[in-house]
């Protein structure tokens, strides 16, 4: 009984931790959909921990540990803990932008495993598959029960298998770093779960649950600072520290390259057919610029400059291959407004400058190197 007392202040307290991130992201401007699932599941676990603090009252007979209290508070831990890790499976991927968890449908599919425990648990009661009450009032795991282990762990593994298999995928180098911090987010959350397991009235998982959303959070609120909010890639301010970096240590046997890229009759875009339009416009050259830069050899930045600049920071072995990516570059946009069935052509200019790391020179002399050949290639397209 006297583990009752610490058991509840731990989850009174992740509640308290969780809510404090709950009212950050509701109180949010431009919230992105991977905030909005990570707010469920915080809200799930939030309710989760108020589950946890029930139980604790029932199993340490603060309040008469009937029969059916028991089977009661049972039900809403692990309903809810599988419910929890269902929220976490959306929003890993609603972070890796997959489109198909957006549909009705598919998340209704996704919840099959939830909808199973939750049979299990609310039957339990009668058909002692998932757990039954002893004759000396304990709590026994059914021939079911492992199953409600399976689906929250199945879940977590889940993402986590599904987002280092595209940090390794060799197309996908772009967002290597987001995937792992996907693929690691389990980690607590399961390492303390299995030590709550072995020792269950040591409140280990609320630990690891808060450990990692606040590690989901802060790595969501990085990409917000760093990312455009429009077209979603690098600003300007992570290219110059990305730059920066690449400026001072030289990858031996890869040549630094900086591609400007330039939105040809922006302008006109945007006069003609309004600027939500020419927003649309920059987002789908985003896109067509990011599918470009993929590859299993190459490092590519992509960032947004500013207006309807784009730059890249490439590191690859000859200038060629930098001259065929801003190709690959220009047939992408302009393959636009045949897959879009836009009333104007898109097309961009690309300026290419290669750094000398024998003849340091400054950020902005290095961009203007680009610019300058960014400069020669818009009188070629005009003329």
Known sequence: MEYVFYYVMAQVASIFLLGIVLFKIHNSVNKQLSQVYLGNLIFVLMLYFGAEIFWSIVDGGIIASTKPLLYLSNIFTYVLLGIAAYQWYLLSEAIQKNKAIESNATKLILSIPVWL????????????????????GALVGGRLYVILIIVPFGYMIAASVKAFGRAFNKDKYAERNLYFMIGFFPIAPIVLGIAQAAYWRAPFLCYGAVA?????????????????????????????????????NPDPGLSLFLLIIDVDKFKGINDTYGHIEGDNALVMIADAIKSACQGPRNRFFVSRYGGDEFVVVAEMGYRAEATWLAEQIRTNVRKISGEHSLSYPLNVSVGIAQYDFSEPVSIQSFIARADSDLYKQKKLNAG
Not at 123 to 134: I, P, S
Request: net charge positive.
């Open 117 to 136: 425990s939750t049979i299990l648990c609310v039957t339990a009661y009668r058909t002692g598959l998932a757990y039954y009450v002893d004759e000396n």
């Open 212 to 248: 990692a959303v606040f590690y989901v959070y802060t790595s969501i609120q990085d990409n917000l600072i760093s990312l455009d909010p429009l077209t979603q890639v690098n600003n300007r301010n992570q290219m110059y520290k990305y730059l920066t970096q690449k400026m001072k």
